[in-house]
């Protein structure tokens, strides 16, 4: 049941403390000792993962997203070339499947038919698939044979939030667990697994200012066009962002990599349209902190997530919400959660429906 809360979206954004932790089992996947992860699922051994040389992850929708950070975090940890693929595209395209490919698929309810027959059409080629899955027992987890269950539990409102989470702290297990395999010190696992288990109590931080996120939230609900933009691993994140808005607020908002910014999207800035910047710290913070000073001479609207401490960024910033402290490759987890607020009250403020958008259903069982 939804218990305290409003709807089952709010419920499932407040539950993410707690469905990461089931998600790294709770500590019983993770080896400090050694600064590994253990997957008992992926039945690969030390030399087969080394001679991995592509890694690709396959979903829909957000599950496609979670993808996107997983590449990353695999290309980051593991050294491994790393690719998303959309599943309704892979299917058709004549994939080539190489024997030193390994590919994961990702789905929340393990039903998505897109998703379900891309891992039929990798298997017929002999593809070796791994599930990334929520629900245990469902289609794609059974077809898949092997894998990662990430323990979210129900997810019941449309809108995907915990099982977002929980797929990229599982390809987070997973990366780090390749890569000490491959390249990473036991230093380096260490730090990266301590950084982890910070992760549910920042998350309960950012929480507990959602009241924040909702003023903001106010103060923007007569916008019709939003941007959100990122670079790096916060790139799927302005995506996934920008998708919680539309299929809640039926708003329109596209993510870019803010890059991307000059190259079209900046014709669309003016001060009716906010942006809404992932600038977690890190490699690329100086050179979105230039993407945003371009919106602001558009007088476009800046709101701001972000975890460093910048002058520059508070000064520039319409409206900033700060999250925790950590590794930017974590940073995901904490970057979306602002973002899940964001379209949830901005929905609530113009009165829609939040757990049963209009056109969608939960999982989409025809391709
Ligand atoms: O059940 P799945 O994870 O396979 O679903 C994939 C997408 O249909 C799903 O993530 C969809 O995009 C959500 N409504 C997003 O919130």
């Known amino acids: ?26 500590g019983g996947r993770l080896d400090r000792d ?45 050294r491994i070339s ?7 595209e892979l299917r058709w395209s004549n994939p080539i499947v190489e024997d030193d490919s390994v590919y994961f698929a990702l789905s929340q309810s393990g039903e998505t038919l897109d998703t379900l027959l891309a891992v039929k059409e990798l298997q017929n080629r002999g593809g070796r698939v791994y599930g990334i899955i929520n629900a245990v027992g469902s289609t794609i987890a059974r ?14 409102s449309v809108a ?7 797929q990229i702290t599982s390809m987070f297990l997973l990366a780090l667990s390749f890569g000490r395999i491959r390249h990473l010190s036991p230093s380096e696992g260490k730090r990266l697994i301590d950084a982890l288990e910070l992760i549910p109590d920042q998350i309960n931080q950012i929480l507990a200012q959602s009241a924040q996120v909702q003023d903001i939230a106010r103060r923007f609900k007569h916008a019709t066009s939003f941007m959100y933009l990122g670079r790096g691993v916060s790139y799927p994140i302005a995506m996934e ?32 349209v906010p942006s809404l910047f992932i600038a977690p710290e ?44 950590c590794p930017e490759i974590l940073s995901p987890l904490l970057t979306i959660v602002p973002l899940q607020l964001f379209a949830l009250y901005l929905t609530r403020e113009l009165g829609r429906n939040v757990d049963q958008p209009r056109n969608l259903a939960k999982s989409v069982t025809t391709d």
């Open 160 to 166: 995907s939030t915990k099982a977002f989470t929980g």
């Open 241 to 272: 962002g920008a998708l919680k808005l539309k299929e809640l607020s039926y708003l329109h908002a596209e993510g870019f990599s803010s890059g991307n910014l000059k190259h079209g999207p900046l014709a669309l800035i003016d001060e009716t």
């Open 282 to 325: 890190g490699d690329t913070l100086d050179k979105v902190i230039s993407n945003i000073q371009e919106v602001k001479a558009r007088k476009g609207p800046v709101i701001t997530v972000t975890n460093a401490d910048s002058r520059e960024l508070e000064e520039l910033s319409d409206a900033l919400i700060r999250v925790p402290k």
């Open 34 to 78: 050694f600064g590994t992860a253990r997957l008992g699922g992926i039945e690969l051994n030390g030399s087969q993962i080394r001679n991995i040389r592509q890694a690709h992850f396959i979903g829909m929708g957000t599950a496609m997203y979670a993808g996107q950070v997983g590449a990353r975090m695999m290309e980051g940890l593991a």
């Open 143 to 156: 077809a898949c044979g092997a894998g990662v269950y990430i323990h979210a539990g129900p997810e019941v």
């Open 1 to 26: 049941s939804k218990g305290e809360y409003q709807d089952y979206l709010e419920k499932e954004i407040f539950e993410q403390p707690e469905s990461i932790r089931r998600a790294f089992g709770n």
């Open 82 to 88: 790393s690719h998303t693929l959309d599943a309704s």
